[in-house]
C-alpha cells in the first residue's frame, strides 16, 4: 500500500547554534504608545486649527480703515467708455428700436443746414418716383 509521505517525522531534529529565531513577539506596548501619540497630536492639531480659524474670523469681522479717503467720494462713479454691457439683450433691443424710429419717421438731421430725415419707405417711393440722377453724355 501506498505510505503517507511526512517529509520531516522520520528526520531527527537538527540542532545548529548558528541559525536562531526571534524569541518575542511584536512589542504590543510601543505600538500603543505610538497610535495613542498619533492620536494626541491629531487632537492638538485639530485644537490648533479650530482656534486659527477663530482667529482669522473675528480679524476679518473687524471694520477696516479706508486706505484711500478719496476713494469714498467716488465710490458710484463709473469707469471710463466703454464699459461692459450688463444687459446686452435689453442694449439690442433699445439700439433696433431707435434705428427702427430713425427709419420710419421725419426728423431733422441739421436745421440750419435744411437737411431733413424721412422715412426709408417713402424715400424709396420718391425715389423711384423722380428717377436717380445720371452724368449726361459728352458729344
Given at each position: 500500500m501506498a505510505e503517507v509521505h511526512q517529509p520531516h517525522a522520520s528526520h531527527p531534529a537538527v540542532e545548529n547554534p548558528?541559525?536562531?529565531h526571534?524569541?518575542?513577539?511584536?512589542n504590543i506596548r510601543a505600538v500603543l504608545g505610538?497610535?495613542?501619540?498619533?492620536i494626541a497630536v491629531a487632537i492638538v492639531v485639530h485644537v490648533l486649527v479650530w482656534v486659527l480659524f477663530r482667529f482669522f474670523e473675528a480679524r476679518?469681522?473687524?471694520p477696516t480703515t479706508v486706505?484711500?479717503?478719496l476713494a469714498v467720494q467716488q465710490e458710484n462713479r463709473l469707469p471710463?467708455?466703454?464699459?461692459?454691457?450688463?444687459n446686452p439683450r435689453e442694449d439690442l433691443r433699445e439700439l433696433r428700436e431707435s434705428e427702427e424710429q430713425t427709419?420710419?419717421?421725419?426728423?431733422?438731421v441739421d436745421r440750419?443746414?435744411?437737411?431733413?430725415?424721412?422715412?426709408i419707405d417713402e424715400a424709396m417711393r420718391l425715389t423711384i418716383a423722380r428717377g436717380l440722377p445720371s452724368r449726361q453724355e459728352r458729344k
Open positions: 548558528a541559525a536562531s526571534e524569541e518575542s513577539d511584536v505610538f497610535a495613542v501619540a498619533l476679518a469681522a473687524r486706505e484711500y479717503p471710463p467708455e466703454p464699459r461692459l454691457q450688463t427709419l420710419t419717421t421725419y426728423g431733422w440750419n443746414g435744411g437737411v431733413v430725415r424721412i422715412p
